[in-house]
């Protein structure tokens, strides 16, 4: 059984930044594919952006070149660095660890971007 904990989300105004940290136990995030999904009420959750085993990333179109996934096997976290945030950022955000059928969420971070 594996445990997600995300932290870092919060209030920021526009064109700011925030680090969303997910902490993973029982279970490694090094031979997972980690991802960040995001979702606002009455939405699909959607993918943000995922790293592969292999560390080979992928970003939604919305995202690219502003948020960064990342992730520590030593400290078995992953992250999300988001930058420039506009107001359409602003979500729920979930952590994800898929392996094989087995798929993982966390409990989710209230990211809100507004002035």
């Known amino acids: 059984q594996v445990q997600l904990v995300e932290s870092g989300g919060g209030l920021v105004q526009p064109g700011g930044s925030l680090r969303l940290s997910c902490a993973a136990s029982?279970?490694?995030?090094?031979?997972?594919?980690m991802g960040w999904y995001r979702q606002v009420p009455g939405m699909q959750r959607e993918l943000v952006a995922a790293?592969?085993?292999?560390?080979?990333?992928n970003y939604a179109d919305s995202v690219k070149g502003r948020f960064i996934i990342f992730r520590d096997n030593d400290k078995n976290m992953v992250y999300l660095e988001m930058n420039s945030l506009n107001p359409e950022d602003t979500a729920v955000y979930y952590c994800?660890?898929?392996?094989?059928?087995?798929?993982?969420w966390g409990q989710g971070t209230q990211v809100t971007v507004s002035s």
């Open positions: 790293i592969d085993s292999g560390g080979s990333t």
């Open positions: 029982g279970r490694s995030v090094s031979i997972a594919t």
């Open positions: 994800n660890r898929r392996w094989y059928n087995l798929s993982s």
